[in-house]
């Protein structure tokens, strides 16, 4: 999102939806923010205490709260849960200088809208602001159960997370997109090598261009060759009209090679030739065609070991390699877990109709600790598949017998060692005893309905409208 998309949504907002509180010890952090916010549309207070926060939450509309969590200063996780369940109900952004993946969690489930690294910038601040205000108008996603964002949400960012790598990555990215050089990602497959290729174009001078993507595994050696460069009428048999190639499409932009690895030994010699001289001619044809492209490719292969072996040429590779980027496996960026899981449940939480995907904190620390071979790719697959059939096991084999449907009409899934040979029909739990157990649960918690929510698993929103629908009410005394 550029700055001018930040105006906008903020000037979007009512006004009572526009008062930030800074939560920082140091006060130079809080002027710096007080200030940069304030350029940006926003109303910002400073705050160097929780009691000011709660003070100000009491007296005013507090639309979000930008927190420092600092052990020694009462600032921790307990102070998110105080801040949320004050009454202007603000959203809260935790920054703090170590993410440790329980903490990310941690703060979640209090009610945390998002956490920021710090250092971090006014812009990454401006981006996380908006996406906790485009977080209000559905039910917060981790306390009491994860839910989806009706109607999908719109990528913020292509590059999600907290990490020290993903932050290194992006900044890499960001001196890469304001050069012309060549540029080789590489990384484990479903890293994310599209989504870095892409983000280089979009943060790139090239951006108003064209981005072609071409996958070099996907087509036979010479249809690629007609893809990448084209061909003339009557090049060969049913070539019945010319038709431009993908690197003439892509001229003044970017093309992205993706699986640059396994393209034959053939073609590599003609893409050495554009790179080299910018022209190309093709297929049929005599004219040569000029063309300033910048390129992308991405592999897994192990490219060294493939120009030892002579099945990727050398100078081809060097010419590609002028600036490389390492995308990190998921296994080495824990901490970004809880946010890739709330992205990609508001992401397809479109699919499911009115159907809530309920995660518990358990949940959501069991999609942690996996070790997601598969990577981001496996992850997204994994909420899609939820989303369908219910949560299930993260190991072992899907079977239609650990398919049950559940009371309100959506299935989960059991693991191996609780199948059982046939489909069983869950009882519907009648409304009686539905609201016997709200009422057991809110008498618990003093009718505070956020703990009540969590403790039912439900959301917030869910709790409120079963209220409603049951004319519950506290008694008196």
Not at 355 to 379: A, F, I, K, Q, Y
Request: hydrophobic share 40%; proline share 6%.
């Amino acid at each position: 999102m550029t700055p001018a998309d930040d105006t906008n949504a903020i000037e979007a907002l009512p006004p009572q939806a526009r008062l930030i509180v800074i939560l920082d010890t140091d006060p130079g952090v809080r002027w710096a923010l007080e200030k940069g916010l304030a350029r940006s549309g926003f109303e910002v207070r400073g705050a160097s205490s929780l009691a000011e926060v709660l003070s100000l939450g009491e007296e005013l509309p507090v639309a979000a709260v930008v927190m420092e969590l600092l052990a020694e200063a009462g600032l921790t996780e307990e102070a998110v849960t105080m801040i949320v369940e004050c009454p202007a109900r603000p959203r809260v952004i935790c920054v703090a200088v170590d993410s440790p993946p329980q903490l990310v969690i941690e703060c979640m489930r209090r009610g945390a809208t998002d956490f920021l690294p710090k250092p971090f910038s006014l812009a990454d601040l401006r981006g996380s602001l908006n996406r906790a205000f485009e977080a209000a108008k559905s039910p917060s996603p981790f306390p009491g159960g994860i839910t989806p964002q009706r109607g999908g949400a719109a990528d913020s960012s292509l590059l999600i997370g907290i990490s020290p790598s993903i932050q290194e990555l992006r900044a890499v990215i960001k001196k890469i997109a304001q050069t012309d050089l060549n540029c080789l990602i590489r990384g484990e497959s479903g890293t994310g090598k599209d989504m870095v290729a892409r983000e280089i174009h979009r943060m790139s001078r090239r951006c108003e261009r064209p981005f072609v993507k071409v996958n070099c595994t996907a087509l036979p050696e010479q249809l690629l060759e007609s893809e990448l460069f084209g061909y003339e009428k009557g090049a060969f048999t049913g070539a019945i009209s010319s038709k431009p190639g993908r690197f003439e499409l892509a001229n003044r932009g970017i093309i992205f090679l993706d699986e640059i690895g396994d393209m034959h030994p053939n073609l590599q010699a003609k893409l050495l030739q554009v790179i080299e001289h910018k022209e190309f001619t093709k297929l049929g044809g005599r004219r040569q065609i000029k063309v300033d492209v910048q390129i992308v490719a991405a592999t897994n292969a192990d490219l060294e070991a493939k120009t030892k072996d002579g099945s990727f040429r050398g100078d081809l590779y060097f010419r590609l390699n002028e600036v490389c980027i390492w995308v990190p496996p998921l296994s080495a960026r824990k901490e970004d877990v809880p946010l890739l899981v709330r992205h990609f449940i508001q992401k397809h939480g479109r699919f499911s109709g009115d159907r809530d995907m309920r995660l518990s904190m358990d949940d959501l620390s069991e999609l942690t600790r996996h070790n997601w071979p598969g990577n981001v790719r496996e992850l997204e697959s994994t909420i899609k598949r939820w989303f369908a059939l219910g949560k299930q096991p993260l190991t072992g084999t899907l079977s239609i017998a650990s398919l049950t449907p559940l009371g309100r009409g959506t299935p989960t899934v059991r693991g191996a060692a609780e199948s059982v040979p046939h489909v069983d029909s869950a009882p519907v739990e009648d409304e009686r005893s539905e609201t016997e157990r709200i009422l057991e649960a809110l008498d618990r918690f003093q009718w505070n309905r956020r703990k009540a929510a969590e403790h039912l698993g439900m959301s917030y929103q869910t709790l409120r409208r079963r209220i409603e629908q049951y004319g519950l009410a506290q008694s008196p005394g």
